[in-house]
């Protein structure tokens, strides 16, 4: 029976153990994917006392990955808006 989770593969293997993708990619995949995120949290508590152990010390040591990346148009939505905010300034010589 293979678990329907978003680390596991077509043929059933779990991807969070170790030596199947690096840590790196498994923090991008936690920061950038809230799917990654919400299946890590499931899957997790399933496996081997090593690799659990492994994985929460893998967020642990990175807590940046417990929030969502921000959407890059909503962070250029919100500069665009300071600016338009911002009004114009001129340095006008006093009469």
Do not use: C
Not at 8 to 13: A, K, L, S
Not at 32 to 45: C, G, L, S, Y
Not at 55 to 64: C, I
């Amino acid at each position: 029976m293979t678990i329907k989770n978003w680390w596991v593969n077509n043929e059933g293997q779990n991807l969070l153990e170790e030596g199947k993708l690096p840590d790196e990619i498994v923090l991008e995949f936690l920061w950038t994917n809230t799917f990654a995120r919400r299946d890590f949290e499931k899957i997790v508590p399933l496996m081997s006392d090593y690799e659990r152990a492994r994985l929460e010390k893998l967020v642990e040591d990175n807590p940046y990955i417990k929030k969502q990346m921000p959407d890059p148009q909503v962070m250029g939505d919100k500069v665009q808006s300071n600016h338009n905010r911002a009004g114009v300034r001129l340095n006008l010589p006093k009469r």
